[in-house]
């Protein structure tokens, strides 16, 4: 099973990212798929997941309103529409799939490898 994250970079505040988790090696509709983020210095935390069949989505309060999570079970390809970017965004990204219903991440099998993401003010 292998999920690579792409899509991150340097933007400026107010700027827009999408990450991409393309995922291989696994009924990818059978799976959430969350997007988790770690800043310098602190703790991982999640950031948004969506259920296998795209209808129910979920939101950490710090993104609520800026990012958008989507999936295309076609392509095997779930992103993360971030816009109005922060500083405080600033974090390696990473995927991950799961059976699980929650946001907690040892509930998630399978991790990409993380996509950087530099907010500058």
């Known amino acids: 099973v292998q999920l690579q994250a792409s899509g991150g970079g340097l933007v400026q505040t107010g700027d827009s990212l999408r990450l991409s988790c393309a995922a291989s090696?696994?009924?990818?509709?059978?799976?959430?798929v969350g997007w988790f983020r770690r800043a310098p210095g602190k703790e991982r935390e999640f950031v948004a997941h969506?259920?296998?069949?795209?209808?129910?989505?979920s939101y950490a309060d710090s993104v609520k309103g800026r990012f958008t999570i989507s999936r295309d079970n076609a392509k095997n390809t779930a992103y993360l529409q971030m816009n109005s970017l922060k500083p405080e965004d600033t974090a390696v990204y990473y995927c991950?799939?799961?059976?699980?219903?929650?946001?907690?991440?040892?509930?998630?099998?399978?991790w990409g490898q993380g996509t950087l993401v530099t907010v500058s003010s």
């Open positions: 991950a799939a799961g059976r699980t219903v929650n946001s907690i991440p040892r509930t998630y099998d399978y």
């Open positions: 090696g696994l009924t990818f509709i059978f799976y959430t």
């Open positions: 969506i259920r296998w069949s795209g209808g129910t989505t």
